[in-house]
T-cell receptor, first 113, second 114 residues
């Protein structure tokens, strides 16, 4: 079946540090992959996505590359800011399952000045 | 201008009560969802509707009943509320049942059962 596994949190970084949040997936078909971000007290917002192997999604300095060979979609940012503090969710959707979304457990990030 | 709007945003109610959460999307999407997020931020899909037709109905107590009067609305009614129902409930929508389509979330409804 389909599933998403992402690294456990919480993650605490100093401002301007490098961020990696690992995400791996299992899928029966050819999934699309997403990163969503949830700021405190808000709903989830799309951060970036990739719909086929080797695609790179990027937005607001974040990027992730769809790696079929390692079934991964790790999120990276070169220099985090306090405003990046949020919960990050990796997700996939798959045509084989009627575009049902599968979310990871979320990784909480806190950036300290 | 809110794409997916849900009301109320906060709801505190006593055990045993019946309550509803309303959701509307103005994006013209065919598919709508209800998700439950627990205190550990874990997201669990509850229901999915496509053009008013129930597509996904995960293992959810019968006390939870979705209703879709039209494809722009998906309301959630909860009977006989229990303490364990306390959570954040998110409504969401996406264009069609095709992989790659982005899912858009509402801002959530914080339900507290006392």
């Amino acid at each position: 079946g389909n599933s998403v596994t992402q690294m456990e949190g919480p993650v605490t970084l100093s401002e301007e540090a490098f961020l990696t949040i690992n995400c791996t997936y299992t899928a029966t078909g050819y999934p699309s992959l997403f990163w969503y971000v949830q700021y405190p007290g808000e709903g989830l917002q799309l951060l970036l996505k990739a719909t086929k192997a080797d695609d790179k999604g990027s937005n607001k300095g974040f990027e992730a590359t769809y790696r079929k060979e390692t079934t991964s979609f790790h999120l990276e940012k070169g220099s985090v800011q306090v405003s990046d503090s949020a919960v990050y969710f990796c997700a996939l959707s798959d045509d084989d399952t009627g575009n049902q979304f599968y979310f990871g457990t979320g990784t909480s990030l806190t950036v300290i000045p | 201008d809110t794409a997916v709007s849900q009301t109320p945003k906060y709801l505190v109610t006593q055990m045993g009560n019946d309550k509803s959460i309303k959701c509307e999307q103005n994006l013209g999407h065919d598919t709508m969802y209800w998700y439950k997020q627990d205190s550990k931020k874990f997201l669990k899909i509850m229901f999915s509707y496509n053009n008013k037709e129930l597509i996904i109905n995960e293992t959810v107590p019968n006390r939870f009943s979705p209703k879709s009067p039209d494809k722009a609305h998906l309301n959630l009614h909860i009977n006989s509320l229990e303490l364990g129902d306390s959570a954040v409930y998110f409504c969401a929508s996406s264009p069609t049942l095709v992989s790659g389509n982005t899912i858009y979330f509402g801002e959530g409804s914080w339900l507290t059962v006392v």
